[in-house]
């Protein structure tokens, strides 16, 4: 690669380092690596990047990494997020969860998951006054329920974790902390941790709640330098798992956590919003850490492009296939390893152990590698075992030359962390100088694990030398290296990425290297095992495996984000004899030839994805938050009303209609088969989507759409409000609410003033009421319109309520008794 483009890359890292303080050093998720491959380099930064480890670290206790339960947890490569609304995992239709169909579809498309986080909360929280622990036990089956999908996942081998929701105190009281209600819920299901949403850390309260019965994973959601190792904190101890938000330069950057623990703590890189997984990918890679393939974003869809899921699963089967070698400091992590040309923008992170070397390489060029030249070192600490005499000379060998089982690499010196390790105690002691060089040969010898010796020429000082990697080595008129040649062995390389063995890589016994070449393609990975053992029969699986992944080149796969297309579901008509009878007073809207729809999604978050957030009306392209069109209305017959429990309860008498799931239906009816008293005139709620559409179908109405809703609340004015522009009054709407518990709502004729011009009544601020469907291959959502008396206080992440009616919200549907809401009722239609 011409070295320009390299130099482009290294004023990348700088403005990257200039303009993300937070980011550099020892600062944040993110220790950078170094710009400059060249050995002399990363010797600096290497020594720079130990020193820290050391400092940073010395106070952590890594115990709890070590407990039994908590080791498998390192390996956990790859964890989606999961809504629980997604419909790979529950069929609405058969009223049942379909695991099978979600793992199928995430291994055939990037290589199956390791761990999943299930979200059942936002972004539907506080459409009513349920709060986060209320929400799983509305789930379908409930705990119970919850319980059979965390055992399918654990026989599946993928371990689970559910949601801490911490800025949740607007909502019912638990009469519990968080970490008690928390712990309670993770074991009564089975759980295997949680995730702080919005947490910079988790406190320990959490950690020493759960080891009361049995220890917990906890993952906060992000966790920064300063609440991570600071001299009074202790959140890397018991927050085993995190997630990582990461900024991206030319230069892979370390994970600092997993840094700072050995290799013990697993990061997961998260990028929920890119479209482009390319930098997440391989920065999870370079580190050997996790990745979170969150696809199903809110409802919002954000999948993984085909060239980035195979990526992914190539990515991933190596990691999962070298386990603890990579991940649980198990081995020796040295990232930023100059094994690859200088300037060639291919990055390599070595990870070793008594029997294998691994290097995993990273082309973070927009070229491929082909051919690339590697350099590796393939000697271990050991291989010069203590032998008495064996490796020394009785006579003086002359300055410069080789001596006994010693090759001189003249005018090198190799000390700690620039290619090798030391022995000495004190490292340079006083008791290591004025030695023949036959000496200094004989104490090498003597001295296990001792692979080389520099030996300084003027003084005839000795230092004896182990796992030495002589490229790193500094050069030096005053000493030169002499390493043992040792019998290696005989050495398997394999090249893990295409599955294949290299087989004329050959150990330099006099240099410790191993020159071998392999092919990187632009964006991609590779990795390359040296192993002292024979190929065992996982491995040739392995590699059988990846020959066939690899076989199609990166280049040839799209990756295009194509957002997921919408379709407005039509509303149901009635299947049984029409009672017109249970329409109560309507009102007559006539036509409008050119009614001017205009309205944007209210959702919190999406912003990101301008596509694909909010819905898709069927004159547009595909979802989007603004909407704005220009269409016909047809003369409508329209509730003055919204449904009453009243209405309900006749509709009930006069029908004996039921649910075919009662989760949650008319559950303020308290099981008493009617409504509570006072309560015939107030809209009737805990009613899903389907309940309010067998409702109005059995009375010869349908539910209206959401741009019929907002014309006979608007008029064809463009007014704010159904009874104009002025602010809402006690005299249009109820009063307002952020009490924790939801009061209860107001009649539907107590707010006449609140009229829209066509005589159409208790349109906003009592309850939303339901509107048009919209489905996508992942989510159902219903557009919510009219807004609610009460929203919870205490935090921006409820569910938003509507401003005017310029605004809609959407509601993400799952199973009846998730969906149906206290906060929600409904309005029938029909068309003249």
């Not at 001596?403 to 010196?413: C, K, L």
């Not at 005839?460 to 040792?486: I, K, M, N």
């Amino acid at each position: 690669m011409p070295r320009a483009y390299h130099s482009i890359a290294c004023l990348s890292l700088l403005a990257f380092s200039l303009f993300n303080p937070s980011l550099t050093g020892a600062n944040g998720q993110q220790y950078q690596g170094p710009c400059d491959q060249t050995p002399e380099k990363f010797n600096e930064w290497y020594s720079e990047y130990r020193a820290w480890i050391e400092e940073a670290s010395a106070t952590i206790d890594l115990s709890n990494y070590d407990i039994p339960y908590t080791i498998p947890f390192r390996t956990s490569f790859i964890q989606p997020q999961v809504m629980m609304h997604d419909k790979f995992l529950y069929n609405r239709e058969t009223d049942s969860f379909t695991i099978d169909r979600f793992l199928e579809d995430l291994d055939s498309r990037y290589g199956g998951v390791d761990s999943v986080l299930l979200w059942p909360t936002y972004p539907n929280i506080g459409v009513d006054d349920r709060n986060q622990y209320e929400m799983h036990e509305s789930l379908p089956g409930g705990l119970e329920g919850l319980k059979e999908l965390v055992d399918q996942f654990h026989e599946s081998n993928v371990k689970v974790l559910l949601p801490l929701n911490p800025w949740d105190h607007g909502t019912n009281d638990s009469g519990k902390s968080d970490y008690e209600a928390l712990i309670s819920l993770i074991q009564s299901v089975g759980a295997d941790g949680f995730n702080g949403d919005t947490m910079n850390g988790v406190n320990s309260s959490y950690w020493d709640e759960a080891l009361k019965s049995y220890p917990i994973i906890i993952e906060p959601e992000t966790m920064y330098s300063a609440s991570a190792i600071g001299p009074d904190d202790t959140d890397l101890e018991t927050n085993l798992w995190s997630w990582g938000y990461w900024e991206y330069s030319p230069v892979p950057s370390v994970a600092s956590y997993k840094a700072l623990t050995g290799g013990k703590h697993l990061t997961h890189i998260c990028e929920r919003w890119a479209t482009d997984h390319t930098d997440g990918i391989q920065h999870a890679f370079f580190n050997g850490a996790g990745f979170e393939s969150w696809e199903n974003v809110w409802g919002i869809w954000n999948g993984i492009t085909p060239r980035n899921s195979a990526l992914l699963q190539r990515a991933s089967r190596i990691l999962r296939s070298l386990g603890d070698l990579i991940q649980g400091g198990d081995g020796d992590f040295v990232p930023h390893i100059p094994v690859t040309p200088v300037n060639s923008m291919v990055y390599a992170t070595k990870f070793e152990n008594d029997t294998h070397k691994v290097f995993l390489l990273t082309n973070r060029n927009a070229y491929d590698a082909d051919p690339l030249k590697l350099k590796l070192p393939c000697r271990w600490e050991g291989d010069a075992a203590a032998g008495g005499s064996e490796g020394g000379s009785e006579e003086e060998g002359r300055e410069g030359e080789s001596i006994g089982n010693y090759t001189v690499i003249e005018h090198v010196n190799c000390y700690e962390s620039h290619g090798a390790s030391s022995l000495e105690t004190p490292v340079g002691s006083a008791a290591a100088t004025g030695l023949t060089l036959s000496e200094c040969s004989s104490m090498c010898s003597s001295t296990r694990g001792c692979e080389a010796f520099v030996f300084g020429k003027v003084e005839g000082s000795c230092y004896r030398r182990s796992q030495v990697f002589s490229l790193l080595c500094e050069p030096s008129a005053e000493y030169d290296l002499y390493t043992r040649e040792v019998k290696v062995g005989d050495l398997k390389t394999v090249d893990l990425y295409g599955g294949r063995m290299l087989e004329n890589a050959e150990c330099d016994t006099k240099t410790g290297t191993m020159e071998v070449e392999v092919e990187i393609e632009a964006g991609g990975v590779g990795a390359v095992m040296i192993t002292r053992e024979e190929v065992d029969d996982f491995t040739k699986g392995f590699m059988e495996v990846m020959r066939g992944l690899t076989a199609q080149p990166l280049a040839g796969m799209s990756n295009e984000f194509v957002p997921l297309q919408q379709t407005m579901v039509p509303s149901k008509v009635s299947m049984g004899p029409i009672v017109r009878a249970l329409r109560g007073e309507t009102v007559k809207v006539p036509a409008a030839e050119s009614f001017k729809f205009k309205v944007s999604g209210n959702a919190i978050e999406g912003d990101n994805l301008p596509d694909s957030v909010d819905v898709q009306y069927p004159w547009e392209i595909h979802p989007q938050r603004n909407h704005e069109h220009t269409l016909e209305i047809k003369a409508l017959e329209v509730d003055r009303y919204p449904v009453t429990n009243g209405d309900y309860m006749k509709f009930l008498e006069e029908t004996g209609w039921e649910p075919s799931d009662g989760s949650n239906w008319l559950l303020d009816w308290g099981g008493e088969g009617t409504y509570p008293k006072g309560w015939g005139n107030k809209p009737v709620t805990w009613v899903s989507h389907s309940d309010a559409a067998a409702y109005c179908g059995l009375a010869g109405g349908r539910l209206p759409t959401s741009f019929e809703w907002q014309y006979f609340a608007q008029c064809l004015d463009g007014r704010a409000y159904p009874w104009g522009d002025r602010e809402p009054g006690s005299a249009e709407t109820p009063s307002f609410s952020k009490a924790r518990n939801m009061p209860p709502l107001d009649d539907v004729d107590a707010h006449g003033a609140g009229k829209s011009c066509f005589g159409v009544e208790d349109l906003v601020g009592n309850a939303y009421q339901w509107t048009d469907v919209f489905s996508d291959a992942h989510t159902d959502r219903a557009v919510l319109r009219g807004g609610s008396r009460w929203r919870a206080d205490g935090s921006d992440w409820y569910f938003p309520e509507p401003r005017d009616l310029g605004e809609h919200d959407t509601f993400l549907m799952m199973s009846e008794g998730m969906d149906r809401s206290k906060g929600i009722g409904f309005r029938c239609v029909s068309e003249i």
